[in-house]
């Protein structure tokens, strides 16, 4: 039996959504409230942050078969290892999660922070997809896999289509990042 991609990532959301409760799936999003960072003008003007739009996608779709857990982060955010604690199965995280000013902090790099994360997850198994609006480019990140050898064939990118216009209320692009986070947490 020949499936088509979108045929395959049904079959597939089916078996996650009748995951027991043993087998539930486990998808950290972690992303600021940082208005500059949230992509849609709706979830924007509401108050909302792309994780709103995210889980709205993976919960509508995914169901029962899987738990997000929603993590607002900061420049100063310092709870690595409450993620890394919960062992999930997939970790979702802006590319500019970790952006901001903070009047404590000079020089801040919020790349070098991102890579800090990871390395303090980087023992739990989880797959990481990290999105963007635009190409990921933060010092590090990009060979990041070769950095920390047990992310090799664990991290990918999601770079939203349409640039500064992109938002994950767009139907292609949230059939797309359903698509690439269900292939995930079927691997």
Request: glycine share 6%.
């Amino acid at each position: 039996m020949v499936l088509t991609v979108v045929e395959l990532c049904w079959f597939t959301m089916l078996a996650v959504n009748t995951a027991s409760g043993a087998d539930r799936k486990l998808i950290v999003i972690l992303d600021s409230r940082s208005p500059e960072v949230v992509f849609d003008p709706k979830t924007r003007s509401e108050g909302g942050t792309n994780i709103d739009d995210i889980v709205r996608i993976l919960e509508q779709s995914l169901g029962a078969g899987v738990e997000t857990i929603r993590v607002i982060v900061s420049p100063t955010w310092n709870e690595d290892s409450a993620v890394r604690d919960r062992k999930p199965d997939v970790v979702v995280i802006h590319a500019s999660a970790f952006y901001g000013r903070h009047p404590a902090i000079s020089n801040y790099d919020y790349g070098k922070r991102l890579v800090s994360f990871f390395e303090a997850i980087q023992t739990t198994g989880a797959k990481v997809l990290i999105y963007s609006r635009v190409e990921i480019r933060p010092e590090g990140v990009s060979n990041l896999d070769t950095k920390l050898p047990r992310f090799r064939g664990k991290l990918e990118t999601f770079v939203l289509p349409g640039n500064a216009r992109a938002t994950f209320r767009d139907a292609a692009t949230a059939l797309s990042f359903l698509e690439r986070v269900t292939a995930m947490l079927a691997r």
